[in-house]
């Protein structure tokens, strides 16, 4: 009996509050809110924010909860929002100097002006479950006290800089050149501009910005391993809070219109030097939003990786290779196509099975043609003369 | 016969906030702000402009997942206006559950008239076909693209594939096509199957199978192409030339079947195997719904079934 794949559309809305239903469980425990999420999931919360590529902290929160908690479905409610909103204004660029500095390390220097300052980190926690919190406990630790204000924290780098040893922040920004013009002030825009190989260093910051944690971090480590290696330091990572400040021009100076959380790496990287220049470090640099310091770290690799070309180093690596990083970093991307393998392709597997069905058959003819001792059957299916008498008995409709 | 906007006189285009509350949804007519479908009508005028070739545009994140037809879905949400017919089909059929969610969304978003009648819809958005029942002059076809570039699976990069297009290098394509006759005696491409629009441009329809690959040629619907996630777009204007490439010894064909469709008894569409028992039974029945309810209800078919 032939049952049609008919009521789609039913079959939709089922899945659909069978989902709704899902998601909420069991309904004699009190429903999560968004403002919960928001300060007890806080780090999941940060990472919608970086790969949804719009800080709004109560938002990611929200598609946190829609998603059930699927970072990349989160990911995807925040991004199919972003791409609504108007845009007024780029902001001036962000000084990541003046940050409100919750967190600071260098692994260059045991010691540097304004400390290391580990701020709250899993770094030094041991992974042991902590069945207070199972229990419904709170930890009974006294909040740190707070008299202790951080000081100035100079940026690790500047040291470097200002002796020369390392390549000025600005050096090679490289700028894409979207109108093929010289380089315009304005950064690329990957989200209102497609994607162009080769693509400055911008639009590779931005891709590696909003691209995905995981793939990041792998490419990352392939680095460390040899694939692309570019002997990196941990110059510094910090994380705080930084102004954002836009400049309209009827005001003629910048305002400020909010603070966000960020997560800023700056690594140093293995020297470059030529007959004309000192030899000197070179710089990878990785940002995002809210607490990601994985993610900012790995960022900083796979961007020094990536500027292998630029600094006349072989691209051997797929860290180093432009086109494979940045074609499928986006897990918006590749989550998509990956699972619309799900959608039906009855028809493009129907085709198969029709071709397949005929060269099983046109083997077996051949098979049977053949039972004579001389012929051997392992040889290569397609030797030269066989498609002439294929084609004989070719019964496909041919095209007019 | 089509409202489409691409065939509308400038002036009547909404420029804007006209459209932007006109229905309940939140979002602007048919879920594109109005820039955006500025920056896309560009991009499809420069498609048609140059037949088959592969029109970089600024591809938005749209609320379906990338692979799903975001690329037909921002193409269809740009051209149709107020007063279009959509049809949406996948795999031929208009009730295959992307169809009807894309379907939703336009009916939704847009508030516009929906279809399952090929020659009612002055939009077809397609996945996988070109509808059995021949389009008309005015009618357009909005393929969902996943990968645009037909050298991509060859070299699978851009910046060479881009050199390649335009110095008309697709000799590896002919290569690929020999290899396959010196393996299996066929071109075993069966879907996306390459062909050469307007004499110039070496182009992937899409994965329909090569059965409909002939139906591109001459038509007198415009043929537009969206690909989301590879935010390329390119078209076939009506009456192109559209050759599918193949060699003079092994001509291109099609694929065909012994049987027929078990309702509407047609021995010349698209035919789905279906599986009717774990025994090895099978029926076949046309891909294109509409097409295969039009005949039954035409009594094409003379017995019951």
Known sequence: ?400 | MTNAALYHNPDSQNDGQNDSQSNSTGYNFAYLDEQTKRMIRRCLLKAVAVPGYQVPFGGREMPLPYGWGTGGMQVTATIIGQDDVLKVIDQGADDTTNAVSIRRFFARTAGVATTESTREASVIQTRHRIPETPLSHGQILVYQVPIPDPLRFIEPRETETRKMHALQEYGVMHVKLYEDIARFGHIATTYAYPVKVNGHYVMDPSPIPKFDNPKMHGNPALQLFGAGREKRIYAIPPFTRVESLDFEDHPFEIQGWDQTCEFCGSDHSFLDEVVTDDEGGRIFICSDTDYCNQRFANGARQEAV
């Open chain 1, 1 to 400: 009996m032939y049952v049609a794949v008919k009521g789609g559309e039913k079959a939709i809305d089922q899945a659909h509050s069978w989902l709704d239903e899902t998601r909420r469980g069991d309904t004699s425990l009190p429903e999560l809110s968004v403002a919960q999420i928001r300060q007890q999931m806080g780090l999941a919360v940060d990472r919608v924010m970086a790969e949804g590529s719009l800080y709004d902290p109560e938002l990611a929160a929200l598609a946190l909860k829609q998603a059930s908690g699927d970072a990349i479905e989160a990911i995807f409610l925040l991004r199919a929002y972003r791409t609504t909103l108007p845009r007024f204004l780029a902001s001036v660029p962000m000084e990541t100097n003046t940050m409100a500095i919750q967190r600071r390390i260098s692994a260059a220097y045991k010691d540097l002006p304004g400390g290391q300052v580990l701020g709250p980190t899993y770094d030094y926690t041991h992974r042991l479950l902590d069945f207070t919190l199972l229990a419904n406990g709170e930890r009974g630790s006294a909040p740190p006290s707070g008299d202790e204000t951080v000081e100035d924290c100079p940026r690790v780098l500047d040291f470097l800089n200002s002796e020369g040893l390392i390549e000025s922040p600005l050096a090679n920004s490289g700028r894409t050149q979207s109108d093929g013009s010289a380089e315009s002030e304005t950064p690329a825009d990957l989200t209102r501009q497609p994607l162009d190989y080769p693509a400055g260093r911008d639009l590779r910051l931005q891709a590696l910005a909003r691209g995905d944690e995981g793939f990041l971090l792998a490419l990352a480590y392939s680095t460390q391993r040899g694939y692309g290696r570019n002997h990196p330091f941990a110059g510094e990572i910090r994380q705080g809070e930084v102004a954002v400040e836009i400049a309209p021009e009827e005001l003629g100076f910048p305002v400020i219109v909010g603070d966000i959380q960020v997560s800023e790496c700056d690594m140093i990287n293995q020297f470059i030097g030529t007959e004309t220049e000192a030899p000197r470090f070179t710089r990878g640099y990785g940002l995002a939003f809210g607490n990601s310091e994985r993610k900012a770290l790995a960022m900083a690799l796979v961007d020094r990786a990536l500027r292998a070309r630029e600094l006349g180093e072989d691209v051997v690596s797929p860290a180093q290779d432009e086109e494979f990083v940045l074609a499928h970093c986006d897990n918006l991307d590749s989550s998509g196509f990956v699972s619309h393998l799900k959608l039906p392709h009855y028809v493009d597997f129907q085709s198969e099975l029709v071709l397949l069905r005929r060269l099983r058959k046109e083997f077996e003819e051949r098979k049977s043609g053949r039972q004579g001792p001389k012929v051997n059957t392992t040889s290569k299916p397609g030797n030269q003369d066989e498609p002439s008498t294929d084609n004989e008995q070719r019964r496909e409709v041919k095209q007019a």
